[in-house]
């Protein structure tokens, strides 16, 4: 890697780390893994950076990567072995003060608890603000199955939560 090239990664690493970390957390629900995975993520970048075509931008590019990153952790034995952990000791919530906290604690709860699939076209589109279109080209599947795709994560946050998150949710 020429000394250019390195001040480009570095530039790259310092625009989208940020980023990258809160789709990552948003997959993976952990901070520690959430930093490992976009960690690996630039090692990945800048061991394979030419092999980016710019057929799209860089942020598009790091963020599949991170994507699959997620999903391939999500698939690993640690990651049984953690969630089988942590059903059988429990975790400990801490309560929020106020009611609207706890509203959107529960929409983020709920949000995580949905299956993958799900939970990452309700995170691009709410929670990142991408168009449908963005998400289609962003997950690689056709505009109808992203709205497919929001139809049933709403249908099942719907009765997952009470009807004032439900409120809170819909009108963000």
């Not at 957390?25 to 800048?46: G, R």
Request: net charge negative.
């Amino acid at each position: 890697m020429l000394l250019s090239d390195e001040h480009a990664f570095g530039e790259a690493m310092k625009a989208h780390s940020d980023y990258l970390l809160r789709i990552a957390y948003l997959y993976v629900k952990d901070w520690q893994v959430a930093e490992d995975i976009v960690q690996d993520t630039f090692l990945t970048y800048y061991l394979k950076f030419e092999q980016f075509e710019e057929r799209s931008s860089l942020k598009t590019y790091l963020v599949r990567i991170v994507i699959n990153k997620c999903k391939d952790y999500l698939k690993s034995w640690k990651y049984r072995k953690l969630t089988l952990t942590n059903q059988f000791f429990g975790s400990k919530k801490e309560t929020a003060h106020t009611i609207e906290k706890e509203e959107r604690l529960d929409i983020a709860e709920a949000v995580l608890a949905l299956p993958i699939h799900l939970r990452e076209v309700i995170i691009h589109y709410y929670y990142e603000e991408l168009s449908v279109l963005e998400v289609a080209t962003l997950l690689a599947i056709s505009d109808n199955t992203v709205k497919t795709r929001l139809r049933r994560a709403r249908q099942l946050l719907k009765g997952q939560l009470s009807q004032d998150a439900w409120e809170v949710l819909s009108h963000e």
